[in-house]
């Protein structure tokens, strides 16, 4: 499953068959599973809204700093053309966690350019990144 990409015409059926259960609400497994997901939402030629989805859905992000928790993630991958689903992703990533993520200035940027349809969002990671001790977000509150 983890060597499946955009020239097997199955394959986001088989990905997304193999994940409903995070739409229902299940946990993961263990972390690896939650890992294996996260970096299959930058699969060439995924449905990223579909992915994203699959993601936000399940629980919080599992983050351990003695075993490395997502950090990991490179959102560098993530395809950007889908703001949308990057600070849902993002959001969820947020969830739990007690220190800036290593991929603030991505989110700083991507959060700026949000539509009017995700100020709502927009606002909820502003203050995620002010309680977690980004100062400038409380600017950016003050805008959206």
Same mark, same amino acid.
């Given at each position: 499953? %983890?060597h499946?990409?955009?020239?097997?015409?199955?394959?986001?059926?088989l *990905?997304?068959?193999?994940?409903?259960?995070?739409?229902d609400?299940q946990p993961?497994? %263990?972390g690896?599973?939650?890992? !294996?997901?996260? +970096?299959?939402?930058?699969?060439?030629? @995924?449905?990223?809204?579909?992915?994203?989805s #699959?993601?936000?859905?399940?629980p %919080?992000?599992? @983050?351990s =700093?003695?075993?490395?928790?997502f950090?990991?993630?490179?959102?560098?991958d993530?395809? *950007?053309? =889908?703001?949308?689903?990057? *600070?849902?992703?993002?959001? %969820?990533?947020l969830m739990g966690?007690?220190?800036?993520?290593p991929?603030l200035?991505? #989110? &700083?940027? /991507?959060?700026?350019? /949000?539509?009017?349809?995700d100020?709502?969002? !927009?606002?909820? @990671?502003?203050?995620?990144l002010? +309680?977690?001790?980004?100062?400038?977000?409380?600017?950016?509150?003050? &805008?959206?």
């Amino acid at each position: 499953m %983890h060597h499946l990409d955009g020239n097997d015409s199955d394959f986001q059926r088989l *990905l997304f068959a193999y994940w409903q259960h995070r739409l229902d609400g299940q946990p993961p497994l %263990h972390g690896a599973e939650q890992r !294996a997901l996260l +970096e299959w939402t930058t699969l060439r030629g @995924i449905d990223v809204q579909r992915a994203t989805s #699959l993601f936000v859905a399940g629980p %919080h992000v599992w @983050i351990s =700093d003695s075993e490395g928790g997502f950090d990991y993630f490179d959102v560098d991958d993530f395809p *950007l053309n =889908d703001n949308n689903a990057f *600070l849902r992703l993002c959001n %969820h990533l947020l969830m739990g966690r007690t220190t800036i993520p290593p991929f603030l200035n991505m #989110l &700083v940027d /991507a959060t700026k350019e /949000a539509s009017a349809e995700d100020a709502g969002l !927009a606002r909820e @990671i502003w203050g995620r990144l002010l +309680e977690l001790g980004f100062g400038p977000a409380r600017s950016y509150l003050d &805008v959206v």
